[in-house]
């Protein structure tokens, strides 16, 4: 429903995927998954912070905004030695996770980029989808199954 | 008047010193982590990130872990922690129709495409203690069943198709924020939205008991309640497009209320709204009840003046960080107040006294 979203090229649609796998991620997996990535050098070109970014509802599911409350994000951008820039914005106030989020972010402009998508979105992708796919099961098998005693015309 | 007053430092450092003792309780019974509070008491969880307007469940464990399991005490530590916090920005509306539902039943319609989805809910329990739980290494298991394909259409939606309900007038307008400006009134319905999700759980449920009970009665049924984990996308400046930033759990509800119509328009439905974070029907529930006896003038309907339907009311007292902040401080020192209406009483009595001597005399 988010009809504000202008189009945007196929490369930022990427990057917007890559990123926002990375901003949902448990911290614990992504560092877990850095661990073999030889860890570039950069500098800051700013450093982590942590901020309330304020959430939004529709009325009625559909109509006009209203504020719903805060959530706790870390943000952070910084630069490769090699120039490419990487950006974060991660839920929590997890600092280190903010900073390997931006690392992947700019490691996925260089030439490592098919490693990188490799060793730590695509299991981290996987991750996501068994962790929904398993609550998915869950609620199905809660699903209410009618019957009938006597049925009509029909 | 105010006097400053000194002392008493030496008696609130040992004060706070065994509330900390206390707090840990019976050092013979192992000690409640963090991780602990999140992932077992997940409900209080839940209200302490909805009452305290921040969503950030380690947080919400930390502060009812300091609090004692005093949740409005945990949500005061919250609400202070928030003020603290640099605004980065805000979120694009979520998407509740994409929601990744847990829980997705409706109330009125049985066969609701998508089905009834019960999810992990109290209901049909028996609220018997289970005694099973003193035990501990209990290892429950969920059943799991072949996942949905396909949408979780709302069941507003169905109604909204053939005009049977009020529609939602869909706009881009940024909403005011009650932590940015004063509440003013009237407040309109963003206001009173976000006042009524932040506001206190036992209050806005007794307000909405009040409109069944008859007090701006407004013939709710529940539409839909889903409760599930929807995506927080936010538009990033500095990349001039959106990403996702996390993803929140929240539960929704909303009602189907009784209709309007007149001579012009043909008889239709109204809504109430519920959104809240967490997995908080109740409260989702309640709002949605207390929002829509709040719309009694812009849907032109004549005011009962029931509590539930006086918006400054409603608003003033739904805060229980503001309510108990000043409950509370009136057990705080008021010596100087005091002495001078001791004063006040003392002279009343000495004239009164006084007269009384003088009509005796004469």
Redesign the interface.
């Known amino acids: 429903m988010t009809t504000t979203a202008p189009e945007i090229t196929p490369k930022s649609a990427a990057r917007k995927g890559w990123m926002s796998l990375l901003a949902k991620a448990r911290p614990a997996e992504l560092a877990a998954l850095m661990r073999d990535v030889p860890a570039p050098g950069f500098v800051w070109l700013r450093p982590p912070q942590i901020g309330g970014v304020m959430l939004r509802g529709r009325m009625g599911g559909t109509g006009a905004p209203f504020n719903l409350g805060e959530m706790t994000v870390t943000r952070c951008a910084l630069k490769l030695d090699s120039g490419e820039v990487g950006h974060a914005y991660v839920q929590g106030r997890d600092k280190t996770h903010a900073e390997r989020a931006a690392v992947v972010d700019a490691l996925m402009q260089t030439d490592r980029a098919e490693v990188i998508r490799e060793a730590v979105l695509a299991p981290l992708d996987e991750a996501a989808t068994t962790r929904a796919g398993a609550r998915a099961a869950k609620a199905a098998a809660t699903k209410v199954d009618f019957f009938t005693m006597v049925r009509g015309e029909d | 008047m105010y006097v400053a007053v000194k002392g008493g430092e030496r008696a609130i450092d040992n004060a706070h010193a065994w509330l900390a003792e206390e707090r840990r309780g019976d050092t013979a019974v192992a000690e409640l982590t963090v991780a602990q509070i999140r992932e077992q008491m997940s409900l209080a969880v839940n209200r302490v990130?909805?009452e305290g307007?921040?969503?950030?469940p380690?947080?919400a464990a930390l502060a009812i872990k300091q609090s004692r399991g005093d949740l409005i005490e945990a949500i005061f530590l919250i609400r202070a922690y928030?003020t603290t916090?640099?605004?980065?920005?805000?979120?694009?509306?979520?998407?509740?129709?994409?929601m990744?539902?847990?829980?997705r039943i409706s109330a009125t319609f049985?066969?609701v495409p998508g089905?009834?989805?019960?999810?992990?809910t109290f209901d049909y329990t028996h609220r018997l203690l289970d005694f099973a739980l003193e035990a501990e290494g209990l290892d429950p298991r969920?059943?799991?069943?072949?996942?949905?394909e396909g949408e979780m259409p709302?069941v507003?939606e169905y109604l909204d198709r053939d005009g049977l309900i009020q529609a939602?007038?869909?706009?881009?307008?940024?909403?005011?924020?009650?932590?940015r400006q004063p509440m003013e009134y009237p407040a309109g319905?963003?206001?009173r939205?976000?006042a009524l999700?932040?506001g206190d759980e036992g209050f806005v449920l007794s307000m909405a008991y009040s409109t069944q009970r008859g007090y701006g009665r407004n013939h709710p049924f529940v539409g839909e309640l889903r409760i599930g984990?929807v995506?927080?996308?936010?538009?990033?400046p500095?990349?001039?497009?959106?990403?996702?930033?996390?993803?929140?759990t929240?539960t929704?509800c909303?009602t189907v209320n009784q209709f309007t119509g007149s001579r012009t328009e043909p008889a239709q439905f109204t809504?109430g709204?519920g959104?809240v974070?967490g997995q908080t029907e109740r409260k989702a529930i309640s709002m949605a009840l207390v929002d829509r006896a709040l719309r009694w003038e812009e849907l032109g309907e004549d005011s009962e003046g029931a509590p539930a339907q006086d918006e400054e009311f409603v608003l003033a007292h739904a805060d229980n960080i503001q309510a108990t902040g000043f409950l509370e401080h009136i057990k705080l020192p008021h010596y100087v107040d005091f002495q001078s209406e001791l004063e006040l009483v003392r002279k009343l009595r000495r004239e009164a006294a006084q007269s009384d001597m003088k009509e005796a005399a004469e």
Not at chain 2, 85 to 90: E, M, S, V, Y
Not at chain 2, 238 to 248: M, P, R, Y
């Open positions: 990130m909805a307007s921040l969503y950030d380690d947080l928030r916090l640099p605004r980065i920005g805000h979120a694009e509306p979520v998407d509740t129709g994409a990744a539902c847990d829980r049985k066969d089905g009834q989805v019960l999810g992990p969920a059943e799991t069943a072949a996942p949905q709302r507003t939602e007038e869909h706009s881009d307008e940024a909403p005011p924020d009650m932590t319905r963003p206001l939205l976000q999700t932040r984990r995506s927080v996308e936010m538009d990033i500095e990349l001039g497009f959106a990403v996702d930033i996390g993803e929140v929240l929704e909303e809504r709204y959104l974070f």
